[in-house]
C-alpha cells in the first residue's frame, strides 16, 4: 500500500490550501485515514483524523480551521487549510490504516508535503 500526498506550498497568513492524498494499491479496507504534521524541532503531531465509522478528531489548534474529508471511491484523503497561520508551517503526512487480502492490519504513511505560511 503506498500514498501519495501533494498540494502543499508557500502560502501568505490568512490563505487557504488543499492537501491531497490517494491511496495506491492492493488491500481489503481502509478504516482510517488522518492529516500529521511535523514542525521544525517538533514532534510530529495529529491534524485530524477521520475513522470509517465515528466522529472526526481535529487538534485544538486548527478547529474552526481545516476540514478532513473522504473520497471513499477514490481512496482519497484531503484536508482543506483556511484562515492559514505562520504556526501552521509544517511538513504535513497523510496516514492510512485497513486490512489487507488476509485481514491483516496495515499502517501507511505518505512522502509528506511541505506547508509554509509566510507573508
Known amino acids: 500500500v503506498q500514498l501519495q500526498a501533494s498540494g502543499g506550498g508557500l502560502m501568505q497568513p490568512g490563505g487557504s490550501l488543499r492537501l491531497s492524498c490517494v491511496v495506491t494499491?492492493?488491500?481489503?479496507?481502509?478504516?482510517?485515514m488522518a492529516w500529521y504534521r511535523q514542525a521544525p524541532g517538533k514532534q510530529r503531531e495529529l491534524v485530524a483524523h477521520s475513522p470509517i465509522s465515528g466522529e472526526i478528531h481535529y487538534a485544538d489548534s486548527v478547529k474552526g480551521r481545516f476540514t478532513i474529508s473522504r473520497d471513499g471511491a477514490e481512496n482519497a484523503v484531503y484536508l482543506q487549510m483556511n484562515s492559514l497561520k505562520p504556526e501552521d508551517t509544517a511538513v504535513y503526512y497523510c496516514?492510512?490504516?485497513?486490512?489487507?487480502?488476509?485481514?491483516?492490519?496495515?499502517?501507511?504513511w505518505g512522502q509528506g508535503t511541505q506547508v509554509t505560511v509566510s507573508s
Open positions: 496516514n492510512a490504516r485497513g486490512l489487507d487480502s488476509d485481514y491483516v492490519g496495515w499502517n501507511s
Open positions: 494499491g492492493t488491500f481489503f479496507s481502509i478504516n482510517a
